[in-house]
């Protein structure tokens, strides 16, 4: 029954090459249980994709929330939290914020390293601290410097000490594409 019918047997089978190539060309013709099961397959897989995507995304949430809540028993005093940031193309050093105040009021800073150097740059492997956290020490300087890639003026911090808190800290960015230190985005923390 090559090329017949298989939804009716009693229709002729197909003869001429264009009505072969017209039938072919609207696809496998299955049968009806057939398609209930693999619409079935499909709607289960979409339904255990989605359950990976929440589960995912509530992680992130109970590690801000978490997060959001050490921020505000931070103890007050004189240093600053920072979060390194890292862009290839660009040479601001991250985000820097007062004790106990959220990331959204961190300010995306130039590092003066005459008194110490920034921690990647001691180790000799610019970038690789990418995203850590550290606790600060040092002051604004006051002064706003140029940055040319980026075309932006940023604060000055001069910095004196570091210590680091934490390698992989909870997310301060919306998204996780702007983490990425070859995209040309400059993101705020949220």
């Known amino acids: ?7 009716n047997p009693n229709r002729p089978l197909l003869k001429t090459k264009k009505t072969v190539l017209r039938r072919v060309s609207r696809g496998i013709i299955l049968p009806s249980f057939m398609k ?9 897989a979409v ?13 992130t949430q109970a590690a801000r929330l978490a997060m959001v809540e050490a921020i505000k028993t931070e103890p007050q005093g004189d240093y600053f939290i920072g979060r390194r940031y890292y862009k290839v193309d ?11 105040q959220p ?4 300010k995306l800073v130039m590092m003066n390293e005459q ?22 020490l040092g002051r604004f300087s006051g002064d706003t410097v140029y ?31 702007s983490n990425n230190p070859q995209r040309r985005i400059i993101a705020p923390p949220y």
């Open 47 to 59: 339904l255990v994709g989605f359950s990976a995507c929440e589960t995912t995304k509530t992680g």
């Open 90 to 100: 660009y040479k601001f050093w991250g985000y820097i914020r007062k004790p106990g």
């Open 103 to 106: 990331w959204t009021t961190a």
């Open 36 to 44: 209930h099961l693999l619409n079935s397959l499909l709607a289960l």
């Open 115 to 136: 008194t110490k150097l920034i921690p990647d740059r001691e180790a000799g492997k610019m970038g690789s601290d990418h995203g850590s956290e550290y606790k600060l």
């Open 147 to 177: 940055e040319p890639a980026s075309n932006g003026f940023y604060p000055e911090f001069v910095l004196t000490g570091y210590e680091l808190r934490s390698a992989t800290p909870a997310p301060i960015f919306k998204t996780p594409a």
């Open 1 to 7: 029954m090559l090329f017949g019918n298989f939804t």
